[in-house]
């Protein structure tokens, strides 16, 4: 029975990936970015949580750690010929997950501190910063305060009115805060490898989520497109140094997203099964992996001679 509700969260993340992308396709782009996100964030710690269990259900099965856990009868749980090979891949997937987890920590860290910096040394008037480079780039830059950056060849890239299109939509990242979107689903994508490609949904959410605050703000949604549109072709040929939570609208599908901008403004479909399957993906895997936790601590219980069967 363990072995059963702990195995259920690690299987329930492969259903995510498709349900992400039809929550795009159903949902607005706002709510699909923070249901999704939400999502992968309970998924990601339930897996964590269900494979350290593993661990420690294993470890109790040998002699040592029973004796430093007190264990006074044997540990009834599923057969060793199927836990300690559970345990043992356990700890593998939890060491190449954290190992993967501080390299990509430490590679984002560097480079937003280099992005604040570049930053730093161009002119600010209020929340925008430009600077002078030959990469054509924009993004939306968090931090304190939140910086909207536009290099001088972007800005040569675009007539007036798209500039101000190309503003708006980085400045409804910073106002949306889609940077923790992204930095959780960085994480997420450590912990569990079929979240892996939910973060590029997740990406691809905020961006949409942007152009449709842009086209609002400049009242023309032809003109956002064609500004998305012009920034991604002039950006294509540079490689952009910005980690990979700062926000920048040539990121993501872009020919998905200009086809978005055309079409006619529409409502958005009915997405309350979608929104549902969500819900009950993620509330499935927290009750599993809560009730795998209370019956592995009551089993640990029963084995040191606290409770009775």
């Known amino acids: 029975m363990t072995a059963l509700l702990l195995l259920l969260p690690l299987l329930l993340p492969f259903a995510l990936p498709p349900l992400a992308r039809r929550a795009l396709d159903r949902l607005s782009p706002a709510a699909a970015l923070w249901s999704v996100t939400g999502c992968a964030v309970l998924l990601a710690g339930c897996s964590a949580l269900a494979l350290s269990l593993f661990v420690l259900l294993g470890l109790l099965k040998l002699p040592l750690f029973a004796a430093l856990g007190e264990l006074v009868h044997p540990l009834r749980t599923a057969p060793d010929a199927l836990l300690l090979p559970a345990a043992a891949a356990s700890v593998g997937a939890l060491a190449v997950g954290g190992w993967t987890l501080v390299r990509s920590v430490r590679g984002q860290a560097r480079a937003f501190r280099a992005a ?45 009115p798209e500039r101000e299109a190309l503003l708006a939509h980085e400045r409804a990242h910073n106002a949306g805060g889609h940077h923790y979107a992204l930095a959780a689903a960085e994480l997420a994508a450590h912990c569990h490898p079929a979240l892996r490609p939910v973060r590029d949904t997740i990406r691809l959410a905020a961006e949409r989520a942007a152009d449709e605050a842009a086209a609002a703000s400049v009242g023309d949604r032809r003109l956002t497109a064609r500004a998305i549109a012009r920034a991604a072709l002039a950006a294509q040929t540079a490689r952009s140094t910005r980690p990979g939570f700062v926000p920048g609208a040539a990121g993501g599908a872009v020919p998905q997203r200009v086809q978005a901008l055309l079409a006619a403004p529409r409502a958005p479909r009915a997405g309350r099964t979608v929104a549902t399957l969500l819900a009950a993906c993620a509330a499935l895997s927290c009750v599993a992996s809560v009730s795998g936790t209370a019956d592995v601590h009551h089993r640990v219980e029963v084995a040191q001679g606290d409770e009775t069967t």
């Open 116 to 160: 604040r910096a570049e930053a730093g040394r161009g002119p600010a008037a209020g929340d925008l910063c430009v600077v002078d480079s030959a990469r054509p780039d924009a993004y939306a830059l968090p931090g304190r305060p939140h910086r909207v950056v536009v290099t001088t060849a972007m800005l040569r890239s675009l007539d007036g």
